[in-house]
């Protein structure tokens, strides 16, 4: 008996150790390709090129441990050969990933010199243009191995398990981002004499926003700098924080957007609340109004960066030391800038500015190096599908190609229907920083393509409840008491708007604006203690026809974004006339009802189908 268990028992233990060194080779082919990416960015390209040959032969390994005994032998199991070919086709898209990767490693090495050439693209301030020709056929190969990698994963088949699904459309969204980076870059190739002032200088205005004071469009101004590039020489003209004397004075003029957020003409705003508009689109060219308004020169474009990208620039670079704050990395940055800063005197808040502008001077010295600046990019212009970083070019230059590298700041469709909830700081505290915000958005979907919807709003102010100013004083930097406009922006269809709020001390406005795309907006303010909350509802009905008609129907909503700190927490509910099928968006669906909750971390779009739409 003990012969036939051990002979049982051989072939099992021969599987095991076969799917264990099949898991060991996907697990060290993965690693190797994250460490190529960071030797890449790092300057390294010999290691980088170690680390792409060592990602190569254990995928290789892992294609060989599928097809090869007796792993193989698992085939004759329907659902498993469906998954070993799925294996099988998603390794043969990693060897084109690693073609690109080792291009991708060669034009990096070129652009920043470590290939031995010593001629950079950038390096001391300046970017050579004309170095970036001799570099096309590297990226027309890149684009071509990685077209070749989704080709392959297209031939993954449907019906694969969901966690190998999960690596698949992982690796989609990887290789889809990748491509459409090369697109973005010839369109803009051509461009860039003009953008970086090879015969006439070209300047631009950098804004770093502090998001413990939010507007629709971003947090206040923290921080400006002006950065002119001439003759590809990029150099800081002035820089500085925002403040009455140097950017804030409160002076006259004419905005794009009205409506909630200024008046028509001669706005008396002062620079920090130029943004208030949803849209960069729209709050750029706002910006850069403000900005010759209080007696600047004009600018070329306005570049927006918040926490999240500078963050991002410290994790690509390494921490910054600070006498003040001690070492600044990117996982505590926002806690030693923002909330480190809440309780302070004010002796230390102006010590802080100072500080704040030789953090920002720091990161400023290292995007004019070489190595420095290209990694800064990299890592800021990932995370460009959150906003933290926004472009506008004056003349509305280069719209599309902004809008392709998701660094335009704009908002989803606003149709048919709309999720546009904002906070509007109305009492210069910085407790936004402090702010959650949950909102729900039930529809009631008619078969004659009507619906009637209500959105409720909660937003807490979770301030400390002792520290800083007394409760008495509710207006300035210290203090822990929230007030905003409640702003909500609807679809332009929108009828019978209702609007309310809790009970509490309310600013109420009977008005129904417009905002400047001629669409429906209501507001209403409120004071919030710390620990309390606001609820704020708004109900309107979409007329006959909205959604389609009768048996043939689709929901579909815009969600917008603001850029809090911490993300809103978002419920969608769909009633309808029949079973809805899930189109965009992840839904969970149960007869007539659909429900999909999330946190907001970008703008996206949500639909539904229901009838033979």
Same mark, same amino acid.
Request: net charge negative; aromatic share 8%.
């Given at each position: 008996?003990?012969?036939?268990?051990?002979?049982?028992?051989?072939?099992?233990?021969?599987?095991?150790?076969?799917?264990?060194? *099949?898991?060991?080779?996907?697990?060290?082919?993965?690693?190797?390709?994250?460490?190529?990416?960071?030797?890449?960015?790092?300057?390294?390209?010999?290691?980088?090129?170690?680390?792409?040959?060592?990602?190569?032969?254990?995928?290789?390994?892992?294609? !060989?441990?599928?097809?090869?005994?007796?792993? $193989?032998?698992?085939?004759?199991?329907?659902?498993?050969?469906?998954?070993?070919?799925?294996?099988?086709?998603?390794?043969?898209?990693?060897?084109?990933?690693?073609?690109?990767?080792?291009? $991708?490693?060669?034009?990096?090495?070129?652009?920043?010199?470590?290939? %031995?050439?010593?001629?950079?693209?950038?390096?001391?301030?300046?970017? @050579?243009? +004309?170095?970036?020709?001799?570099?096309?056929?590297?990226?027309?190969?890149?684009?071509?191995?990685?077209?070749?990698?989704?080709?392959?994963?297209?031939?993954?088949?449907?019906?694969?398990?969901?966690?190998?699904?999960?690596?698949?459309?992982?690796?989609?969204?990887?290789?889809?981002?990748?491509?459409?980076?090369?697109?973005?870059?010839?369109?803009?190739?051509?461009?860039?004499?003009?953008?970086?002032?090879?015969?006439?200088?070209?300047?631009?205005?950098?804004?770093?926003?502090?998001?413990?004071?939010?507007?629709?469009?971003?947090?206040?101004?923290?921080?400006?700098?002006?950065?002119?590039?001439?003759?590809?020489?990029?150099?800081?003209?002035?820089?500085?924080?925002?403040?009455?004397?140097?950017?804030?004075?409160?002076?006259?003029?004419? =905005?794009?957007?009205?409506?909630?957020?200024?008046?028509? *003409?001669?706005?008396?705003?002062?620079?920090?609340?130029?943004?208030?508009?949803?849209?960069?689109?729209?709050?750029?060219?706002?910006?850069?109004?403000?900005?010759?308004?209080?007696?600047?020169?004009?600018?070329?474009?306005?570049?927006?960066?918040?926490?999240?990208?500078?963050?991002?620039?410290?994790?690509?670079?390494? =921490?910054?030391? $600070?006498?003040?704050?001690?070492?600044?990395?990117? @996982?505590?940055?926002?806690?030693?800038?923002?909330?480190?800063?809440?309780?302070?005197?004010?002796?230390?808040?102006?010590?802080?500015?100072?500080?704040?502008?030789?953090?920002?001077?720091?990161?400023?010295?290292?995007?004019?190096?070489?190595?420095?600046?290209?990694?800064?990019?990299?890592?800021?212009?990932?995370?460009?599908?959150?906003?933290?970083?926004?472009?506008?070019?004056?003349?509305?230059?280069?719209?599309? +190609?902004?809008?392709?590298?998701?660094?335009?700041?704009?908002?989803?469709?606003?149709?048919?229907?709309?999720?546009?909830?904002?906070?509007?700081?109305?009492?210069?505290?910085?407790?936004?920083?402090?702010?959650?915000?949950?909102?729900?958005? @039930?529809?009631?979907?008619?078969?004659?393509?009507?619906?009637?919807?209500?959105?409720?709003?909660?937003?807490?102010?979770?301030?400390?409840?002792?520290?800083?100013?007394?409760?008495?004083?509710?207006?300035?930097?210290?203090?822990?008491?929230?007030?905003?406009? !409640?702003?909500?922006?609807?679809?332009?269809?929108?009828?019978?708007?209702?609007?309310?709020?809790?009970?509490?001390?309310?600013?109420? #406005? !009977?008005?129904?604006?417009?905002?400047?795309? %001629?669409?429906?907006?209501?507001?209403?303010?409120?004071?919030?203690?710390?620990?309390? $909350?606001?609820?704020?509802?708004?109900?309107?009905?979409?007329?006959?026809?909205?959604?389609?008609?009768?048996?043939?129907?689709?929901?579909?909503?815009?969600?917008?974004?603001?850029?809090?700190?911490?993300?809103?927490?978002?419920?969608?509910?769909?009633?309808? =006339?029949?079973?809805?099928? =899930?189109?965009?968006? #992840?839904?969970?669906?149960?007869?007539?009802?659909?429900?999909?909750?999330?946190?907001?971390?970008?703008?996206?779009?949500?639909?539904?189908?229901?009838?033979?739409?």
């Amino acid at each position: 008996m003990t012969w036939v268990v051990a002979v049982l028992a051989l072939p099992l233990a021969w599987l095991l150790l076969s799917l264990l060194i *099949t898991g060991w080779h996907a697990k060290q082919a993965s690693s190797a390709l994250n460490a190529a990416a960071a030797q890449m960015t790092s300057g390294d390209p010999v290691a980088a090129a170690d680390s792409i040959d060592s990602a190569r032969s254990n995928t290789e390994a892992l294609k !060989n441990d599928i097809n090869s005994l007796p792993i $193989s032998a698992l085939k004759l199991i329907p659902y498993v050969r469906t998954n070993l070919e799925g294996a099988t086709v998603f390794a043969s898209s990693a060897m084109h990933v690693l073609d690109a990767a080792q291009g $991708s490693n060669q034009l990096f090495a070129k652009m920043t010199g470590s290939d %031995g050439s010593n001629q950079p693209v950038f390096a001391n301030g300046t970017i @050579d243009v +004309a170095a970036l020709d001799p570099l096309t056929p590297l990226v027309d190969q890149v684009d071509v191995d990685l077209a070749q990698a989704k080709i392959s994963l297209h031939q993954v088949p449907p019906d694969i398990s969901p966690l190998l699904r999960k690596y698949v459309d992982e690796a989609q969204a990887r290789i889809d981002g990748i491509q459409r980076g090369i697109s973005v870059y010839r369109k803009i190739k051509p461009a860039l004499p003009e953008l970086v002032g090879e015969t006439t200088p070209a300047t631009y205005l950098v804004v770093f926003h502090n998001p413990g004071e939010l507007y629709p469009g971003g947090g206040a101004a923290l921080n400006t700098a002006v950065v002119q590039f001439s003759e590809g020489k990029m150099e800081v003209l002035e820089k500085g924080p925002v403040s009455p004397d140097f950017t804030n004075p409160a002076v006259p003029w004419d =905005p794009v957007s009205h409506g909630p957020y200024y008046a028509e *003409t001669n706005a008396k705003d002062g620079f920090a609340w130029s943004n208030l508009h949803q849209d960069f689109r729209t709050t750029g060219e706002n910006m850069m109004r403000s900005w010759v308004a209080t007696g600047h020169d004009p600018v070329d474009g306005v570049i927006s960066l918040d926490a999240v990208a500078l963050a991002a620039a410290v994790s690509a670079t390494g =921490p910054i030391d $600070s006498q003040f704050y001690g070492q600044i990395t990117a @996982d505590n940055l926002v806690q030693k800038l923002f909330f480190e800063g809440y309780n302070e005197d004010p002796a230390a808040q102006q010590q802080r500015k100072a500080v704040n502008q030789q953090l920002i001077d720091e990161m400023l010295a290292r995007m004019q190096g070489g190595t420095g600046a290209l990694s800064i990019g990299r890592a800021i212009f990932a995370t460009a599908p959150g906003q933290h970083i926004r472009i506008h070019l004056s003349d509305n230059r280069l719209a599309k +190609a902004l809008r392709e590298a998701q660094v335009d700041g704009a908002q989803p469709d606003p149709e048919p229907d709309r999720i546009a909830f904002y906070t509007q700081n109305q009492n210069a505290s910085k407790v936004d920083i402090f702010q959650t915000r949950t909102v729900i958005h @039930d529809v009631y979907l008619q078969d004659d393509g009507s619906a009637t919807v209500v959105q409720t709003a909660k937003v807490t102010n979770n301030a400390p409840t002792d520290g800083g100013s007394p409760l008495s004083d509710r207006i300035g930097y210290t203090t822990r008491w929230a007030f905003h406009w !409640n702003i909500v922006l609807l679809p332009e269809s929108a009828k019978d708007v209702k609007l309310a709020a809790n009970p509490g001390e309310i600013k109420t #406005d !009977n008005r129904v604006f417009t905002d400047v795309d %001629g669409r429906k907006a209501v507001r209403v303010g409120r004071w919030i203690p710390p620990g309390e $909350s606001s609820y704020i509802t708004v109900s309107y009905r979409l007329p006959d026809g909205t959604f389609g008609e009768q048996g043939n129907l689709e929901y579909r909503v815009g969600v917008e974004h603001q850029l809090t700190i911490n993300d809103v927490d978002l419920t969608v509910n769909v009633s309808g =006339p029949s079973q809805p099928r =899930p189109q965009e968006g #992840d839904w969970s669906v149960n007869g007539d009802f659909a429900s999909t909750r999330f946190p907001v971390a970008r703008p996206t779009t949500l639909a539904l189908g229901i009838g033979d739409r």
